[in-house]
């Protein structure tokens, strides 16, 4: 692969009170990756992608009446607006092993902005592989 992208774009109008997978009714998302096979490395793969987030007007009324949600009702919201996410992330072969440093970015209309970085490991067999062993036992 040397080029993928992904996208993501979804409305509700507020008026249902959420109770499955987060406190948002509107987000759009665009995602992309870049093989490595681009500069010299195709083992490798870069990928960045950027999420925001936002409630309506409805929504807002609803949290601030002391209605719940699954994330946010805890009471009044001071500061209703976008949450914004940018992720950045690098893939590379260290042996047998995928390496990937991962750098998220999470900016929220609070006074707070998370930031993390992360290592995944992967050394594990394929499941198939791991089958294929149990089998022979």
Not at 4 to 13: H, I, L
Not at 59 to 69: D, K, P, R
Not at 111 to 122: G, L, M, T, W, Y
Request: aromatic fraction near 10%; charge should be negative.
């Amino acid at each position: 692969m040397a080029v993928g992208g992904s996208g993501r774009f979804g409305w509700a109008d507020g008026d249902v009170e959420p109770y499955e997978f987060t406190d948002i009714d509107r987000t759009a998302a665009l995602g992309a990756s870049f093989g490595g096979k681009l500069w010299g490395r195709p083992d490798d793969t870069i990928g960045m992608a950027g999420v925001v987030n936002g409630i309506s007007a409805t929504h807002v009324a609803y949290l601030n009446a002391g209605g719940l949600g699954i994330l946010v009702g805890d009471g009044q919201l001071p500061h209703p607006g976008l949450e914004q996410i940018l992720e950045a992330y690098y893939s590379l072969p260290v042996g047998s092993c995928k390496v990937t440093p991962d750098y998220q970015f999470i900016r929220a209309t609070t006074a707070i902005a998370v930031q993390s970085r992360f290592f995944h490991f992967d050394c594990g067999r394929s499941f198939e592989e791991s089958e294929q062993m149990a089998n022979r036992a």
